[in-house]
C-alpha cells in the first residue's frame, strides 16, 4: 500500500486506507490468493478539496446527472414494461379458461378424445 501524502492531512485519505484495508482483509479471509490480482495503488489524493477545478467538479457534476437520468429513463421503461406484462397476463386468463373449456367439450363430442392428445 501506498504511503500516506506528507502535504497535509486528507480527511479522505484515511477514509480510502479504511476502505482498502477492508477489502485487503475480506481477500485473506477467502482464503484463496485474489482473484483479481493487487489491487493498484493509491492514487495521489488533492490535500484540499478548493484544489479540484470548477470544470473538473462541473464534469463530475455532468456525468452524475447523466447517471442518474439514465437510472430514471430505465425505471421509466421498466414500469411501461411491467404494465405490458400486466395486460398480457390479464388476457391470458380468459383465454386459458376457454381452452379447457373447448378441450372438455371435445372430449365429450367426440369419442376417445382427451386434452393430452395435443
Given at each position: ?23 485487503d482483509n475480506v ?14 495503488a493509491l492514487p ?6 478548493g484544489a479540484m ?66
Open positions: 500500500m501506498s504511503e500516506e501524502p506528507t502535504g497535509g492531512q486528507n480527511p479522505l485519505w484515511g477514509l480510502i486506507s479504511g476502505l482498502r484495508g477492508m477489502a481477500v485473506r479471509a477467502a482464503g484463496a490468493a485474489n482473484p483479481l490480482g493487487d489491487l493498484p495521489d489524493i488533492a490535500t484540499h478539496p477545478s470548477a470544470a473538473q467538479l462541473g464534469a463530475i457534476r455532468t456525468a452524475l446527472q447523466a447517471q442518474r437520468d439514465a437510472v430514471a429513463a430505465m425505471q421509466s421503461q421498466l414500469v411501461a414494461f411491467d404494465q405490458q406484462l400486466q395486460v398480457l397476463q390479464r388476457l391470458l386468463v380468459p383465454m386459458a379458461e376457454w381452452s379447457e373449456t373447448w378441450a372438455r367439450l371435445e372430449a365429450r363430442v367426440v369419442p376417445g378424445a382427451s386434452s393430452d392428445d395435443r
